[in-house]
């Protein structure tokens, strides 16, 4: 018998993959599927890919005693029912952005408000497991990381640990599919308005980057200024972040590949590479890879990063973070093998 | 009557796009289409969208007694017949990277080897209208721009004309269609290796970046330092830089949007613009537009430039140059709008 | 000075092509840009690509006195102020489908409700110049036809009209680009929902059904029952249709193949070719080509036409009527040379 | 212990996926990855997507004794490779077409000349499930379906054999992404010409016809006339066939759909279903859906069909296959869950 979850959110693409991984997962079962202006119809119709029997989604409301409740809302959706499902001591795991950030200060610079619960903040574990696993494996409320952050910290946080790279002048520019975007009809999402063409966005602005430097601060004791541009492309799935920090003195291609090395030799979901990656070949999978280089005429290191925007950067992740929190093998339902082509 | 043109490398992509272009054109005409490996077949097989009657490839070498050459050939294919049809005196514009580079050392650095012709290559101007108008205008020989370059420059020159940027921990980080990367048949350009995937490639030493420093020197007088990466993504043509730079003391984002209007307030091809930029509002034409913004947290300049990268970075801007070398208005047979969606 | 137009639903990929078409065109020049939601916003906003200067949209209804209306409007739109325009004495190029039906029944079979103005249907002209262009030279209104219709229409009507296949059992398959199904933001045209997909819709029951049979009928003495599905593809423009019909007696490919070429053979925007097309040959250009081949064994003739939807099958077409009903040059202001790659 | 395969042909998208599942799969294991050009590489560098530890790739001749062995390999490659294995006492399941046809004849009609091993035809089994099981389930040699028959068969045989449909008039087009069109790098196949297009390709003489209508003489005793058409479009995976014939006197929506529905409600991959499929819908997985529909103008049924090339038309089917001769679950390692979007 399996340990009970709720998703909700379930009819967005995080939502599907959260349910698409629980139903293959050996210990956990999904007991609701909550929406919100879904709510009510029935599952295959807003996920056809998926099997496995008559399924309805209810209101996101209305979770049941469950063991452990999946957040996939927008941002803003999930603070109050979050904090309603911790106060039943059902555990969380919040794919949303609204318990990411340690401080309020950090919230206001991130979002231009004020956090509506501040003293909830540290109750949350910022749900990286390659970085601050021991805190996730004791957490009862974990905020999972975001796409963006999370190839950009793995990408960086083992050279700045190391000293190899300055915190200053890093610059992160990413390239993330559309499914990023979310599921809401807009015009700017069309296949007429995305299909053959890229932009960057959210330029100088993005609420990822705080993010970045927190957990990197968190992770790595240093204050880095990080500079964030994310870029839409023109593919489904898959998110690839181009990371360059001046190096520090001294450091060549070897000390940068040997920590990237140390720091996931170990680790079942992230490999260190040396040849630079495509981001398909991760796709469908939980994995993530990095690979470091370095421009010796500009005298700065280049990590390459890139993983599956809806697995490593959302669902996937969010089961890494929830096997860990329950003492399962942290790769139990997780997909080492990417779909391709 | 026209003026003559011959066309080398009419297969390819680049060569498509100049007869495309100069069958419109009002000036000139096409009177020779040299080709390599496809030499003896006719225009309609490797290029369907082109009409205008039976018309065949010959070898690139036969040129006759033509006004003005455009070469569209692979790297190290055009020093030898540039410098032979110079010789006949037949004006040149290279589309290639045999030319671009000033000095053999830079040559060195960029490609590993001695250039062929070292004494040549002062003969040749670098062919951006838009930061060398005067020197084109009077050349007999232009190296055309490539196409990662012509975004770099267009986005760079004027803030470090102004010093509004130092020229220390530049980046730029680039996106291109799979038409950048040529026509030959290879295993990493299939669609099913290149669709649905992103992917950096010549990390720290791709040969376009000497070209960047090259220029942006003789343009701003300046030392930059430019660390370029590029990334490949699916979609057929575009191109997006976004090029990222520490700002000098005291700039804010009305200093950077002014030395951009300023800098192409009367280019006809160039437009600054106040919103980020998709590439597909530019393809098929020969404009580029370029954003720029600051990422005030970092300190940082952030422009992002969009061009198509077969015309403005390619074709298009070898047919600019062409008519401001015989003197005929910039804009003659050069597309202002573009094809979207 | 040119013939003064107005186009209305200028805010959706028709009407942007249109403009497109107009700003080139030797003789016609925009005077009106009608819009519905988007009355009040600047062109550039709602077609980056279209250049030309500032120029807003304004109410649809707000025509000025000009020679000639386009009217690129969704379903039902149309037919009132196409028949307001014409009392005003304005010739009009409808886009949609208001007019196109010649009788009553045939609409109450398309649309399965009365036409509004059921009088007005004979004082239109279905405008396929191919097949109808002395009545499209001579008429003051024309309906131009749907992107589906002209590709079908132009694969069989030579066929049937030389007897070569048999009126009955005709199929045609065909696959549309996105922009085929307009500019509105809905989920089933997310990038996320359309690509790496393909789905048949309508089968059996599609509105450009009767429209085939109609004209058909017109241009060939027959009564063709046609069966037709269309399906959508992960692309933005380009329709392709595979035509299929029993073979007449006796009948083998150079008779099939002579019908196509006589019947093309002086059109300016039609080639038979004797290779299998794909839809990029033709993108961007007024050109529709059709391949006309035997399936021996099965007895059937299958003729595959090409054509771009917004083009031929929208408002290059529509131009291309305009120009006959004011006496200019048929190709003027038309390309036909495609965008490709 | 598992049972052990080879898998030759391992370098190829069928061999990828074989690999995939096998790997997953409780009962297989693979012991074996043969391959020709690509002989001596590592797997991971031609699917950087599997994981599970170091592999290389060995001659496809040097297969070990093994249980099972799956044949991916081009056309023409497995019928000698195949038989040697028969000899050996090894069981075979082939995904090329060297098997598939019964008869020397039907071999001659489909490949313009004799098979090198007539007298072997007879030894194979069509594995198609569906339509063939116990003959699977007994076989020792397989000849897997290939991805349009099997589609087109799911979709007509139920019709033919419940006599809702006439044998004559069949018209089957069908849709592919670009893996079915292998990995073999050609100018064709590059990302350049293939995306943003469509094309139909061998009009009227497809090997696959002969396939389908032998298949369903065999499974429906009828002697059906198919005219099959296939068209490339720009997708990785997925499939779609459109399938129309005649109706039979009298036939109505509800028979057809019983048809269907009888057929399919107890076969594990494959589902009847009420509306029109998209491709995307079974991609990932080895489900295949069919939706019949009548057009009662033209009296044909339509069914499509959509399944995912690689899967359950290669791959999936080949491992469906291969459960039932080792008597083993018809489901095992086989996914019911598709990857969306």
């Known amino acids: 018998m399996g340990l009970r979850t709720a998703v909700l959110g379930a009819s ?43 399924r309805r989604l209810l209101p996101n409301e209305e979770v049941p005693d469950v063991d452990l409740a999946f957040l996939a809302l927008p ?20 794919l949303g952005s609204d318990y990411r950030l340690d401080t309020d200060a950090r919230y206001r610079f991130a979002y231009g408000s004020p956090h509506p619960l501040p003293d909830r903040l540290t109750d949350w574990v910022y749900g990286l497991p390659e970085l601050f696993r021991d805190a996730v494996a004791t957490a009862n409320l974990v905020a999972s990381p975001g796409c963006y952050p999370t190839s950009a910290l793995l990408a960086l946080a083992p050279l700045l640990s190391a000293g190899l790279i300055r915190p200053e002048g890093i610059v992160v520019d990413s390239l993330s599919g559309v499914t990023g975007a979310g599921r809401k009809a807009t015009e700017g999402l069309m296949f007429t308005a995305v299909d053959q063409s890229v932009a960057a966005y959210a330029i100088g602005s993005h609420r990822h980057r705080p993010e970045i430097e927190m957990a990197l601060t968190q992770a790595t004791g240093t204050s880095p200024s990080v500079s964030f541009t994310p870029h839409l492309v023109p593919m489904q799935r898959g998110l690839l972040s181009t990371c360059s920090a001046p190096l520090s003195d001294g450091v060549d291609l070897a000390d940068l590949q040997a920590a990237l090395d140390g720091a996931y030799r170990d680790e079942p979901f992230v490999d260190a590479i040396d040849r630079a990656p495509q981001t398909r070949w991760v796709v469908g999978s939980n994995r993530a890879l990095v690979h470091g280089a370095i421009d010796v005429h500009a005298g700065r290191a280049i990590v390459v990063a890139v993983l599956d925007n809806l697995v490593k950067g959302a669902a996937g992740q969010a089961v890494q973070a929830a096997n860990l929190m329950f003492g399962l093998d942290e790769t139990a339902g997780l997909a080492m093998t990417g779909w391709m082509p």
Chains 1, 2, 3, 4 share one sequence.
């Open 75 to 94: 941002h803003g959706a999930s603070w109050e029912i979050g904090d309603a499902l911790a106060q039943r001591g059902i555990k969380v795991v919040d």
């Open 12 to 54: 967005g693409y995080a939502g599907g993959e959260l349910i698409r991984i629980i139903d293959d997962h050996p210990s956990f079962e999904v007991a609701h599927l909550g929406a919100h202006s879904k709510a009510g119809v029935d599952l295959a119709s807003v996920h056809p890919n998926l099997t496995g029997g008559d």
